[in-house]
Each structure stands twice: as C-alpha cells, then as structure tokens.
C-alpha cells in the first residue's frame, strides 16, 4: 500500500479536528479536537519516518504523545473547575478575559 | 593715592551691605551709618582731587588694578579703575550732591518705619553711580550701568504699597532695559572690533574701525544713553518716576542716573567724533528732547512733575552740546555739574514745599507760600533765577555757552540748533517762572475746600512750616552751588582748562558775534518771563486746570508718549505673541495632539479583536498559521 495514503488521511484529520476546534462549543469536544489534531499530526510523523528510512519522527511521535497527555491532566482540570464554577462547559461562557 | 580710588566706590557699597542686612537694631542710627559713609566718599573725593590739582599733564590720570575679573583668553575684563579729570568731576559732583541729599533724607523720611533700608538703597545708587564713572573699561561701566537701574528701580518703588510706585518702578526698569540692551551690543561690537573693552585702546584706536562700525557703535551708545538719560524716544520712565521719595527724584535728576547718558557719551567722544551720522543722530536727540520736556513741563500741574520736563529738557541740553563734538563736550559737563546744584535744589525745594502742605503735589493747590516758608522760598528762588539762566548765575554761564556752541556748529544745523536751544531757553524761563509764581506767589489756595465740603469728613487744613534743619541746610549749600559754581567755572576759563586734556576742545566759529547770541538769549528769557508773568502773576491761578489748547491737554498727556508707546509697540507686542499663541496651539501642539489621537484610535480599533471568545482567537491562529504555511511555500517555490 502507498504510505502518501496515510498522509491523506493525517490531512484529513488535522482538518477534522480543526474545524471542530473553531466551530464547536462544547469545551469537552473541543479538547477531543485539539487531540485529533496531535494524533493527525502523530500519523504524518510517523509516515514520513517510514518514507525516509530513519526514526526521527517516531522518536518525536513518542514526545507528542507525553505532551499531550501532560495537556489532557491540565485541560481537563480546568474543564472541571470551571464547569463546577459556572455550570456549563460552552467556551463562549468563558468570556471574561476581554478588554 | 591711586588704592583710594577703590575706596570712593567702597565706602558706600558698605554702607549699602551693612544697612541691608543689619536688620532692625540699626533702625535707631542707620540713616547717620548711610550719610557718614557718603560722606566719607565725598571726603576721599576731596582728597583726591586736591592731589589732582598738585599734579600736572597726563600725571593726572590716575588708575588703579584691583583684581583680574574674567581672564579667558583674549577676554580680559579687569575690575580696574581710571580717575581722570573727567571722572574726577562726577565724582565730587555724585558724592557731594549725595552726601547732600543723604543729609536731607534724614529729616524728610523721619516717620517712614523703612528709613534704614531707604538710605541702604540711596547708597547702593551712590556706589553704582561711582562704578559706572570710575570705571576704565566698558564692561565694569556696564555693570554700574545696570547697578543704577538696579538701585533706581528699588527707589522708585519705595513705596511699593502704592501700586502707582510699583507700576512706575516697572516702567523706568523696562525702558532701561532698551537702552541697557543698546549699550551692551555696542559693548559686545566694541569688543569683536578692537579686541578690548579699555578705554585708552579703544578710544585711541577708534578712528581705524570701518565707518559702518563706528556708526553702528555710536547709535548703539545713544540708545543706552536715551534709556538713562530719559531721551526721546525712551524718556517715557521719568515723568512716572516722580512715584518715588522726593530725595529720590534730586538724586536721579541731579547727580546719578540721567548724568550717565551723557557721561557715556562723552566719554566716547572719539569713537563720536570719527562717526559724524551717529553725532548728528545725538544732536537731534539732544534738540528734540530740550522741546519736547519743555513743552511737557509748561502744562504739568504736579510741582514734581513740572521739574521732571525740566530736567528732560536740560538733559536734552547736555546731550545736544555732547554732539556738536569737541566744541561742545565741555560745556556739556560743565552745565551738567550746573544743573546738579540747581536741580537739586529745586527738588528739594519741593520735597520742603510738600513736606510742608501734607504730601499735597498740585501747583493750583499752593499760592503765597513765601512768607511761611522763607528759607525754601529763597533756595527755590535761587535754584529757579539759576535755571532760566538769570544772569550770572550758575545757569547763565552754561547754557548760554552751549547756545552758542550750537550755533557755532555752522551751516543750516548750525542755525536750527541753535534756534532750538534759543527757543528752549525761552520755554524754560516761562515754565520754571510758571512754577515759582503758582507755589510761592499770588493768593493762597490751600485749605479752601476742607470748608466749602458741607458735612464731610474735615480734612486735616495744611499748616505750610518751615522743613527742619537737615532739610533746610543741604538746600542753602545747594543754593550757594547755584548761584557761584558756574561764575567759578568761568573765571579765566578754570573749567574748560581742567577738562580739555580729557575730552578735547575747538573753538568754533560763531556766524553772528557772542554779544548778539547773548543778547538774543536775555531777549527770549525776558518774553518767557513776562509771558509767565502776564498769565499766572497778573490773573489769579483758577484752582482747577482749565480746559486749555490741544497743545496743552497734549503735554498734560506727556505729549501722549504712553499712547504712542502704547499704540506703537504695546499693541504689536500683544498681537504678535497672540499670534505666537495661535500658532502654537494649532499647528505645534495639533501635531502632536493628532498622533495621540489618531494612535490612540488606531488601539481603539485594535482592541475590539480581543472579544474574549476563544473559537475567535482559534480562528485568528488557525489563519496565521496558514499564513505562515503559504509564504513558505510561496518561498520555497520561487
């Protein structure tokens, strides 16, 4: 199978993921966006690791992944909070820090 | 003997430093510290001219290097002092004219609680007066130049309580100020010429400086000679100046301040004799002045006012001799020690007469004075015969040398010169007999409207007495002064003899004889006085000024001079610095306020893409990331 095919689809879900990042509300879907696009991200580096014949990118798939994981304790916990604060988790409630 | 000379300027500097800062416990003898320090400079003065006289040649000038006050360079401005004759004359003149005048403050100033600080000013006038003369070069002149305005601005302003004094305070600094300005560019243009400020360099090489320079030079002097001198156009300071203390006004008219313009100008007289448009400029000064504070003095009411158109116009004298040149320079000095004596006098006399009728300065307000006051009547009398130049008086000798000297100038200025002095010696005679009639003849007219106000408050009635013997005294010395100094200076020529080494003299060329010129002189006087006489002696003085001629409400105006001043450069100054203003609210400070503005708007606009939402920031990265991603492939692709 041709691996530029995996590279349409890591395409496809940094797209996914995007567009869900600007067009939905909800702060949990959101999140679950922003962690489709890491992953897309991860595909095409593993991908490419395939197509130059080196390791390089699945060292830094490895990176991408203790990030991300880092970022889902931290964002989850400010989902919480502030769900418990406000009742909602819409991010346009989130609001406040505006001129 | 040459140290002493430093002393005559010390003697009352110190006595200015220690009245003004010796605080209230000297109130009880300040005033005899001010007039014993005076006087101890008229006595050095003594002292040093007796040592004159043993001297003969150049050995008369004496100098004296006290300490090097700016060595920079080429710039070498010495506090150093030169006694030449010329000197020597105002020297015995401000010192014993002053000393006088100190003696007199005494009793007049008796009940003003500021006596002490009054006598610390009238010495300080004294040193800055003996400064600006003692002087070797231009620039400590200049510093005494401007001592005497410092000195004269605070005497004036005495009685700063009055907002007339302090107004007229002002007003003599300000116009100063022209004339210092004149004074100091010509200082400064002196120096890029000749290299120094002395005297001897300067003056001997003043012929080798262009004519332009030399031109330039001597107007600029006669500027700064205008402002102290009180000359047209800058002599609107004087008539004001009357705010302060009658012994005040004695000093300034008679031995300090005015003097220094045709000092100056005397002094200069080679750079004015290499410069004959700049010595023409200082006779039409000196003509235009002698008319026009003789006109002003015929129409005042106020005595003290009356005296200063006087004095204005006899400057005007002196200043018209100082520009006919080396025929003119010593009878310029010679009738300016002439009219110290008798000017101070007449002042005085005033001050005795005012002293003596409640402050009261309205000439229609006096009358028949003579009999209450007979020892100031006497004075006065003497002091007035010697001005209108009577006769072998003081006056007499002086005047009338400077009559023919400028009709000896030659030529059509010659002759409108010498018609001017002429038709001023007339004016003179009929506005001092105009004051001696209104104050000490006639009806009295003092105490009349205390009884006709019905039911008012009663006005204290004036009780004219004799002033006391401190007043009394000086005026009697004064009135000897009047009466012989100018016979003395006649006699085998003494004064022109003691002078000439120092200013040079020619004698010139009369176009008619002395004998008619004088006789001329006598005729005018005698139609002055019996004009006088035929309106004030023979008619009783109406109580309230009449109406009069334009001329007259003219000269009660002082020829309007202040609206001239006003219309002439008051009026321009204010629209220029509106204009100024205009100017730096609309275009400077709308450069800047616009910046702000439009900086200011521009973070306005900028500050609505912070609306908080989140997607929107999402957005704005996902689109400059695009952004970033297609100029790079942009750039790679080229």
């Known amino acids: ?99 | 003997m040459d140290h002493l000379i430093g002393a005559l300027v010390g003697a009352p500097l110190l006595g200015a430093g220690i009245l003004l800062t010796g605080g209230r416990r000297l109130d009880r003898i300040g005033h005899w510290i001010g007039c014993l320090l005076a006087a101890v400079s008229f006595a050095i003065g003594v002292l040093l001219f007796a040592d004159m006289l043993g001297k003969s040649g150049a050995a008369r000038t004496m100098t004296s290097h006290l300490f090097s006050w700016v060595p920079v360079a080429s710039f070498q401005a010495n506090v150093s002092f030169q006694l030449d004759q010329l000197s020597m004359t105002f020297v015995l003149l401000i010192t014993g004219v002053g000393t006088l005048i100190h003696i007199y403050s005494v009793g007049y100033m008796e009940y003003d609680e500021r006596r002490r600080q009054f006598f610390g000013y009238l010495n300080l006038f004294l040193a800055a007066m003996l400064l600006l003369v003692l002087a070797d070069n231009y620039l400590l002149l200049y510093v005494g130049w401007e001592g005497v305005g410092l000195a004269s601005y605070l005497l004036i302003g005495f009685w700063q309580h009055k907002p007339s004094a302090a107004t007229a305070a002002k007003k003599a600094f300000i116009v100063n100020r022209v004339g210092d300005m004149g004074l100091s560019i010509a200082v400064m243009v002196m120096f890029t010429t000749f290299g120094t400020f002395t005297f001897g360099p300067v003056l001997a090489h003043a012929t080798s400086a262009s004519q332009a320079k030399l031109t330039g030079i001597g107007l600029l002097l006669l500027l700064g000679a205008c402002g102290k001198s009180a000359q047209v156009p800058l002599q609107s300071w004087l008539g004001d100046a009357m705010e302060g203390p009658t012994p005040v006004s004695a000093l300034i008219h008679a031995a300090t301040m005015v003097t220094a313009g045709v000092y100056l100008i005397t002094r200069s007289g080679a750079i004015f004799n290499a410069a004959p448009t700049a010595q023409l400029a200082v006779t039409v000064v000196g003509a235009v002045t002698l008319l026009f504070g003789a006109i002003v003095g015929c129409a005042k009411d106020d005595i003290k006012k009356a005296l200063a158109g006087s004095t204005m116009s006899q400057i005007g004298y002196m200043i018209l001799a100082a520009g006919l040149g080396p025929i003119g320079y010593v009878f310029a000095i010679m009738h300016l020690v002439t009219h110290g004596f008798f000017k101070a006098g007449l002042f005085l006399g005033a001050g005795s007469v005012m002293h003596g009728m409640n402050d009261e300065v309205d000439m229609r307000k006096y009358g028949g004075l003579r009999t209450y006051m007979p020892i100031t009547y006497v004075t006065f009398g003497l002091g007035y015969l010697a001005i209108i130049g009577f006769p072998g008086l003081s006056g007499y000798w002086s005047k009338d040398k400077i009559i023919e000297a400028a009709f000896a100038k030659g030529g059509t200025d010659g002759w409108i010169l010498g018609g001017v002095a002429l038709l001023g010696a007339g004016i003179t005679a009929f506005y001092m007999t105009r004051v001696m009639l209104m104050t000490f003849f006639g009806d009295k007219r003092w105490g009349r409207e205390a009884a006709q106000e019905p039911g008012g408050v009663a006005q204290p009635q004036p009780h004219p007495h004799e002033a006391p013997k401190t007043m009394t005294i000086p005026m009697i010395i004064l009135a000897f002064g009047s009466v012989f100094a100018g016979g003395l200076f006649s006699i085998n020529s003494s004064f022109l003899h003691w002078l000439q080494p120092v200013t040079g003299h020619t004698e010139g060329h009369l176009p008619v004889s002395a004998a008619v010129i004088q006789a001329a002189t006598l005729v005018v006087l005698a139609i002055g006085l019996g004009l006088a006489w035929r309106q004030y002696g023979r008619q009783a003085v109406p109580a309230v000024a009449p109406r009069g001629s334009l001329l007259t409400r003219a000269a009660r105006r002082d020829l309007l001079q202040d609206d001239f001043n006003h219309v002439a450069l008051v009026k321009p100054g204010e629209y220029l610095t509106r204009g100024l203003v205009y100017l730096d609210h609309s275009l400077v400070d709308g450069a800047v306020n616009g910046t702000a503005a439009s900086v200011g708007g521009l973070s306005g606009r900028l500050r609505r893409l912070q609306n908080g939402y989140v997607r929107s920031y999402a957005v704005s990265m996902f689109g400059g990331a695009a952004l970033l991603v297609a100029a790079t492939l942009l750039m790679r692709g080229v």
């Open chain 1, 1 to 99: 199978m041709n691996p530029v095919n995996y590279l349409y689809l890591a395409a496809l879900l940094f797209t996914i993921g995007g567009a869900g990042v600007m067009i939905r509300r909800n702060a949990i879907i959101v999140f679950m966006c922003v962690e489709l696009m890491l992953n897309a991200c991860n595909l095409a580096f593993v991908t490419f690791a395939r197509l130059h014949d080196n390791l390089d990118g699945q060292i830094f798939a490895f990176f991408t992944m203790v990030v991300a994981a880092a970022e889902v304790v931290v964002g989850l916990a400010i989902i919480v909070t502030f769900f418990r604060s406000r009742h909602s988790a819409s991010v346009d409630d989130a609001s406040l820090m505006k001129l």
